[in-house]
């Protein structure tokens, strides 16, 4: 299995960039959860376009996670089409946010990353690095 060189394991991060709110925020909320180290953030639209190096980075990655503004799921359903299951899935909708309404400000933002951390530990937290310090990171990995 692909590994990090510091022994975490690898976890994707695929982010709907919808024209609407919803798109905006699972966008915004990813990126804020991949500079949190709750993941590497990747490429959706690579995958969607069936760029060999992406589609490989998914099959071969130990979780994927898949974050859609609305409950149509592109982000899952890209992956789906390439055989592979998300390990978990969320749609903004289905956590309060409704799509043309809800605006997309900070307060949102760190609102929905909240509830969705409480369900993804950091990834120092899987499985410690070859030093077990949980704050060195992954710089190691370029997904």
Do not use: W
Not at 81 to 91: D, E, F, L, Q, R
Not at 106 to 121: A, F, M, R, T, Y
């Amino acid at each position: 299995m692909n590994k990090c060189c510091c022994n975490a394991k690898l976890k994707l991060i695929y982010s709907c960039s919808g024209a609407a709110n919803t798109g905006e925020m699972a966008d915004q909320i990813s990126r804020k959860l991949a500079k949190e180290g709750y993941g590497n953030m990747t490429c959706l639209a690579s995958v969607g376009a069936h760029i060999s190096g992406f589609v490989e980075s998914a099959k071969r990655a130990d979780e994927n996670i898949t974050i859609d503004g609305c409950s149509v799921a592109c982000a899952k359903k890209i992956l789906e089409h390439i055989g592979v299951t998300p390990t978990k899935s969320y749609a903004l909708t289905e956590m309060g946010v409704e799509k043309g309404k809800t605006p997309s400000n900070e307060e949102i933002i760190s609102k929905i990353s909240n509830k969705i951390k409480k369900d993804l530990p950091l990834k120092a937290d899987q499985e410690n690095n070859a030093e077990g310090d949980k704050n060195s990171g992954c710089s190691c990995c370029s997904c």
